[in-house]
């Protein structure tokens, strides 16, 4: 009998299925984007991010920039890269993937 493999959980580009995040990784599932639902991650993978620019979101004004799948180009959502006031700061470094632009793999 074969050796059991046990792959982790991950969430790939809708578009392309590049692998952009662990499940392990999700700190909220509770935010919102314009589009609908998203997850807030502590790390991605496999993609790059626009130029730095201030935005006035839900929860106050952030310095966020917009992430990219790295094979396909398609925007997946955003990092923070500052958040302005006290409460918001735990959100620093993180990224937003919109769920309706991630698909599930190895569940």
């Known amino acids: 009998m074969g ?5 982790p959980r991950l969430y790939s580009c809708y578009k392309c299925k590049n692998h952009v995040a662990l499940h392990d990784d999700i700190v ?20 790059y991010s626009s130029r730095k620019e201030d935005r006035q979101m839900m929860t106050g004004l952030h310095m966020v920039a917009d992430v990219y799948c790295a094979d396909c ?6 990092k923070y890269e500052k958040a302005y006031e006290e ?7 993180k990224f ?7 698909v599930k793999e190895n569940w």
């Open 96 to 102: 937003v993937l919109e769920k309706f632009k991630i």
């Open 87 to 93: 409460s918001q700061k735990y959100k620093e470094g």
């Open 28 to 47: 909220s599932k509770s935010f919102q984007s314009k589009n609908g639902r998203a997850f807030l991650f502590s790390h991605a993978q496999n993609v």
């Open 73 to 78: 180009r398609e925007v997946l959502g955003w």
């Open 3 to 7: 050796d059991l493999i046990i792959c």
